[in-house]
């Protein structure tokens, strides 16, 4: 199994919604990566997790709430969202982020719309 | 990690071989060049990578130059299903307590026609 299986694949939310991302990997990965990325633009990381702890936040506003309750689940939390968060959220994950030769496995994402 | 220089886009002709270039003249000693793929609608997907040598893999080959200040990703013989936008990464390859940062430029926007 070398899949990353992001769901929602799509979410409408009001900007007083609470919505949550799902991500799941069961390839024994260590690492697992938020990315947002918007429209005819490269992604761009927004947090790392390695060994189930927060390793890396790339200034993400607060409203962005990521988890990490096991070894194979990632979250994302969103709370008081604005437009202009609207974007495909992707989650990917890798056997450990320290590994010389590590290479990023992804989900399809999950489409947000934020009215 | 170095920066990287990639054309915007760029078309090939079905079967014929698509070879993509990247520039990244600031490149360090240590640093890896990656090769990832985003086909619409889907999440990027690795090709391939290489530190000096030339590589290559089932989807592709990779060609370094000597100075290690370009590389060309050869899609050997080009699909519809190649029709992508293509991200050359240039990304150290130990990173002690930064964690592994994938960072992606613009990429080629490759359309392989019929």
């Known amino acids: 199994d070398t899949e990353v299986t992001q769901t929602p694949k799509h979410l409408v939310m009001g900007m007083t919604n609470k919505k949550s991302l799902k991500c799941e990997q069961h390839?024994?990965?260590?690492?697992m990566y938020w990315y947002k990325q918007k429209a005819k633009k490269p992604p761009e990381l927004m947090f790392v997790?390695?060994?189930?702890?927060?390793?890396i936040n790339e200034s993400v506003p607060s409203r962005f709430s990521p988890e990490c309750p096991n070894s194979s689940l990632l979250n994302l939390h969103l709370h008081a969202l604005q437009p202009e968060d609207s974007a495909l959220y992707l989650c990917a994950s890798s056997q450990d982020i320290l590994q010389r030769n590590e290479k990023l496995f992804f989900g399809s994402g999950t489409q947000l719309s934020v009215l | 990690d170095a920066k990287t220089t990639q054309p915007p886009s760029m078309d090939c002709a079905e079967g014929r071989a698509a070879n993509l270039p990247c520039n990244h003249s600031?490149?360090?000693?240590?640093?890896?060049v990656y090769w990832y793929r985003q086909i619409h609608s889907q999440g990027p997907q690795y090709i391939i990578h290489?530190?000096?040598n030339n590589e290559t893999n089932e989807m592709a080959s990779l060609i370094i130059t000597e100075d290690r200040k370009s590389s060309t990703l050869i899609l050997p013989h080009a699909t519809l299903r190649d029709t992508a936008v293509y991200y050359c990464i240039v990304r150290v390859a130990v990173i002690k307590a930064a964690g592994n940062k994938l960072t992606f430029g613009g990429g080629t926007r490759v359309l392989v026609k019929p």
């Open positions: 600031t490149i360090s000693g240590n640093e890896y």
């Open positions: 997790y390695s060994y189930e702890k927060l390793s």
């Open positions: 390839m024994g990965h260590r690492a």
């Open positions: 290489g530190l000096k």
